[in-house]
């Protein structure tokens, strides 16, 4: 089932985000909070506390969820705590992407801040 996030043209590429995964990098824990908007709805926010990483093992999130398909640009937005923030939109990842149909995003948290990497993949 491909999931679909932009507006719906035939002219217009469109592309979907399929999953995220955000991970703590820090040697602290950290409070991350995700927020996603499409127009004026915010259709996700969740808090979540990651704990320090130790060693070769790191704590995080892995999102796939029905919010993340549907029709209207999809604004994702990663905060942690008050170091930094970093987000995407599927309407500016489509005119990066056309032809990509879905994508996967992965967001570190380091001491540098949130980063935000995506890469096409099979839907």
């Excluded at 935000?116 to 839907?123: H, R, S």
Aim: glycine share 8%; hydrophobic share 35%.
């Amino acid at each position: 089932m491909a999931l679909t996030a932009g507006c719906i043209s035939g002219d217009e590429p469109q592309v979907s985000i399929h999953e995220i995964d955000v991970v703590n990098l820090r040697d602290e824990s950290v409070e991350v909070t995700i927020t996603a908007e499409r127009g004026d709805e915010i259709v996700y926010e969740d808090s979540f506390e990651f704990d320090p990483k130790q060693g070769g093992s790191t704590d995080g999130v892995y999102l796939k969820e029905n919010w993340m398909g549907g029709q209207g640009d999809l604004e994702v937005t990663v905060s942690a705590d008050s170091l930094d923030e970093a987000s995407l939109s599927t309407a500016s990842l489509a005119r990066e992407y056309e032809d990509a149909e879905c994508l996967s995003v992965f967001t570190p948290i380091d001491e540098n801040g949130v980063s935000m990497y995506y890469a096409e993949i099979e839907c």
